[in-house]
């Protein structure tokens, strides 16, 4: 199986370097596991213990601290979230090492690399503990750019309004949506793709939420999943889905930030300022992998464009907003998503926001763009105004197109380039 080189890589070893340990989160069969162990061959000499290993979680949970002391460092420790009765004795022993540390001149950080499938928001027990001793990265699926091989320099275009350097790429961009997900389906038929998505949602809404939530009614999990699913790309409307899925609002509310904890979903706030619009304040509902998002909804790239549009262009929203993720969470980059839209439905899909400069994202899957696209981002513009840095709407032009004064046309490949 080809080897992917992951971007995330580099940002690790820089932050073992500053931090005494470090815990890579993200969803379940994103990589985490086949980097640490790349990373342990090469650059990260160390133990490896996994607590999907029965044996290893019911030792640790029978006697923490004597477990943490004489498993040593430096340590890698996998799906760490599944004993969460490590996190103090790991606290206590990162301090003791400090102060050893300091009486020889030494350091105590790079000791621990941690994994997990769970956003430390849900875990309050590493949260609270590891304050100031703990950097946290994110890795989710495969990118586009890692599938290309190349490095996204997209953000960092977007700030300096600079897009000169973005090439004619002619890869089918259904091709791309297929290949930017979990490293796992790479190499698989599509019957094989089938089978995995379904052992995988079995994973995630049953399993998962009983082991690391303790959720008792964890049987409404896969319902509202796909709920969810036919609802990607719109506003949340928590009693409406309950309705749907036999759960009230407050239940429904509790049980998707159950899975945002888990990166299945990602939910994205509205942006918001003192502006004289009056603003939609509800939030938009997407998943952090498209490929998860189609098997729900029992199709694929392909048959969508053809046979369901407007259902399509909600999936290419949840590609590129996932893209855009990706791309955020592997550089380090502290740019802020959200998106736009009034109460009289002017929107903009995506809005960039780094040090006050806004950038808008339109995301059309059309060969022609009219000045009707662009409404949302002309709004934007004239509310927001130094602040306002560029407008780009990504479309199926076949190169950049300077189309407006700050208001660009670009090429879906622009993402991974």
Request: net charge neutral; hydrophobic share 40%.
């Amino acid at each position: 199986m080809k080897v992917i080189k992951r971007r995330l890589q580099p940002l690790i070893l820089k932050a073992l370097e500053s931090f005494p340990a470090v815990y890579i989160n993200g969803p379940r069969q994103a990589g985490k596991t086949t980097l640490v162990r790349e990373l342990l061959a090469k650059d990260f000499k160390s133990k490896f213990i996994t607590f999907d290993d029965i044996l290893e979680r019911a030792a640790a949970k029978r006697n923490p601290l004597g477990y943490m002391r004489e498993s040593g460092t430096p340590l890698i420790i996998d799906e760490v979230q599944m004993a969460s009765d490590v996190f103090r004795p790991l606290k206590m022993l990162i301090d003791e090492q400090r102060q050893e540390a300091l009486g020889s001149n030494g350091s105590a950080n790079g000791n621990y690399l941690l994994t997990g499938s769970a956003n430390l928001m849900v875990i309050p027990e590493l949260a609270n503990a590891m304050v100031g001793r703990m950097a946290t990265l994110t890795l989710l699926p495969l990118s586009a750019s890692e599938i290309k091989n190349t490095t996204s320099h997209f953000l960092e275009r977007c700030f300096v309004k600079d897009f000169s350097e973005i090439k004619t790429d002619k890869t089918p961009l259904t091709e791309i949506m297929r290949k930017a997900s979990y490293p796992e389906l790479m190499q698989m038929s599509e019957v094989m793709v089938d089978m995995w998505f379904k052992n995988y949602i079995q994973k995630i809404t049953l399993e998962d939420p009983r082991h690391i939530y303790n959720l008792e009614k964890a049987e409404f999990m896969p319902v509202l999943l796909q709920s969810l699913a036919a609802r990607a790309g719109n506003l949340i409307n928590d009693a409406s889905i309950g309705r749907e899925v036999g759960l009230n609002a407050v239940t429904t509310r509790n049980y998707r930030g159950l899975l945002n904890g888990t990166f299945v979903t990602n939910t994205l706030n509205p942006w918001y300022r003192n502006i004289t619009k009056r603003l939609v304040k509800s939030d938009k509902m997407f998943f952090h992998d498209t490929m998860l998002l189609c098997h729900l909804l029992g199709s694929t790239p392909e048959n969508l464009v053809k046979s369901n549009p407007t259902r399509f262009g909600h999936v290419l929203e949840n590609f590129v907003l996932s893209e855009l993720c990706k791309t955020n969470f592997s550089t380090g980059e502290k740019v802020d998503i959200s998106f736009y839209r009034t109460n009289d439905g002017r929107e903009v899909d995506f809005i960039l926001e780094k040090q006050h400069k806004l950038v808008a994202i339109e995301v059309k899957h059309a060969e022609s763009i009219s000045d009707k696209d662009l409404a949302g981002i002309k709004e934007l513009q004239a509310n927001t105004g130094d602040d306002f840095h560029c407008g780009i709407v990504l479309c199926n032009t076949p190169r950049v197109i300077a189309y407006d004064k700050d208001i660009y046309l670009l090429p879906f490949s622009s993402l991974w380039q």
